[in-house]
């Protein structure tokens, strides 16, 4: 059987009591190319907003901005342009 058939394994929280993760707390982060590791952009999941970042500081900056705001804005790109 192929990795592709497999069923995909329950996760361990899952099974050892733990609560389910909150989708509040979800963030997509996109990761550049490049000589700089920690380039991007990151998205809340749940509001839609989005930024850009060019270090780990801009990152958790942006992360915790919306989870202390409670994510109650408009979806829209915190630092400027929006990609294509």
Excluded: I
């Excluded at 192929?2 to 979800?26: D, I, R, V, Y």
């Amino acid at each position: 059987m192929s990795a592709k058939q497999q069923p995909l394994a329950s996760h361990p929280a899952a099974t050892q009591g733990e609560p389910p993760l909150s989708p509040q707390l979800a963030f997509v982060v996109q990761f550049r190319e490049g000589p700089a590791p920690w380039t991007g952009r990151v998205e809340h999941v749940t509001s839609g907003r989005a930024a850009r970042f060019r270090s780990v500081e801009e990152l958790w900056a942006f992360m915790t901005r919306v989870v202390g705001e409670g994510a109650e804005q408009s979806p829209e790109e915190e630092s400027g342009d929006r990609e294509s």
